[in-house]
């Protein structure tokens, strides 16, 4: 669906309108971190606007964008950046090798994800993985949400907090550090009436709860994703 114009069909924009959010948290978490990168590669960049969004907070870092989709690429090329250049190609192919890569809402998109991450260890020192946290009460009481996701999203894997980093953890990742995006309560809500119950209603009882139970406000009202920062165990 990503190289036939499918998914463009079903997201014109690639999401980029949520990239300055997606930007920001992985900024505030490389910074608590002390990671200042020379280099920052990015598997699966759509239309490369967190890559833009990070360049403006990196001036001295140079910025690497992947994706095996034309579309995508042919959406980053509208907006280019003097220190972002795009590849038309499978990373893992090339093996690059980067400061920091980028994961930011993609492995819920590949067909085995747990490979990926095992030949990624090769190309960075450090990963930011980016993952929503589709499965909740209300999702799964809910399942043409879930199918929604599926069909127009390309959500083939869905995770919990707990499988995130046990995935990670079981393709030989070590977790530095890990917190929850309010990607329902910051990022722009689609137009479609279909997500106005989801983004819209539930917004207020999602930001109560979650300032007295996150884990418990996660599992039932889901909302949220994971952002997680992480490197290599042999490393």
């Known amino acids: 669906m990503y190289q036939d114009g499918q998914y463009l069909q079903h ?34 960049c759509g239309a490369a606007g967190i890559l833009r969004s990070l360049a403006e907070k990196l001036p001295s870092s140079q910025f690497d964008g992947w994706d095996v989709s034309p579309q995508a690429i042919d959406l980053a090329n509208l907006k280019p950046h ?36 095992r030949n990624a260890k090769s190309l960075c020192s450090h990963i930011a993985v980016h993952l929503p946290l589709d499965l909740a009460v209300q999702t799964i009481v809910r399942p043409k949400a879930l199918i929604q996701r599926r069909r127009e999203l ?29 990607s329902a309560l910051q ?15 539930l917004r207020i009882p999602r930001r109560i709860s979650f300032f007295f139970a996150p884990h418990l406000t996660t599992r039932i009202l889901g909302g949220w994703s994971i952002l997680i920062l992480a490197k290599p165990v042999n490393s």
């Not at 990239?19 to 920001?24: E, I, L, R, V």
């Not at 250049?85 to 085995?112: C, T």
């Not at 997500?195 to 209603?201: D, E, G, I």
């Open 82 to 117: 003097p220190r972002v250049k795009l590849h038309l190609a499978d990373i893992i192919e090339s093996q690059p090798f980067y400061d920091v890569l980028l994961a930011i809402d993609v492995l819920e998109h590949m067909e085995n994800p747990a490979l990926f991450l």
């Open 154 to 182: 390309g959500h083939i894997h869905m995770f919990t907090r707990e499988t995130a980093l046990e995935l990670l953890r079981e393709n030989g990742w070590e977790i530095i550090d890990e917190r929850y995006t309010p």
């Open 11 to 44: 997201n014109p924009s690639w999401h980029e309108q949520d990239s300055p959010f997606k930007a920001s948290w992985i900024f505030d978490l490389l910074q608590k971190w002390q990671v200042t990168p020379n280099s920052v590669g990015e598997v699966g």
């Open 187 to 201: 990022l722009p809500i689609p137009p479609d009436a279909r997500y106005q119950f989801q983004n819209r209603v």
